[in-house]
């Protein structure tokens, strides 16, 4: 499975909750996750990756930056983590 895949699959659930998934890149700075998903009442950041695949270190840096801040990243490399994300 592709990170693609995880991702189509991630944008269709979250629709179908009622929800929105928006992609994400900063401005002037690397390790924006690739997308924030929206829904009722919650954000959640969401890192994309094949299965398996590990984040990079800036990424991984990023994504503790934002945790301190409270923000809520999860990586997402199945569809397993998905379904946790819409629960
Ligand atoms: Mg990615």
């Not at 996750?33 to 590990?54: F, Q, S, T, Y």
């Not at 991984?60 to 301190?68: C, G």
Request: charged share 35%.
């Amino acid at each position: 499975m592709r990170e693609r895949d995880i991702e189509n699959y991630l944008v269709n659930r979250v629709k179908a909750l009622g929800g929105e998934v928006r992609k994400v890149k900063w401005i002037g700075r690397r390790g924006a996750p690739d997308r924030l998903v929206m829904l009722p009442g919650r954000g959640i950041w969401v890192e994309l990756k094949a299965p398996r695949v590990r984040a990079q270190a800036h990424q991984i840096r990023e994504h503790e930056r934002m945790r301190r801040m409270g923000q809520v990243v999860f990586l997402v490399d199945s569809i397993e983590i998905v379904e946790r994300i819409c629960e």
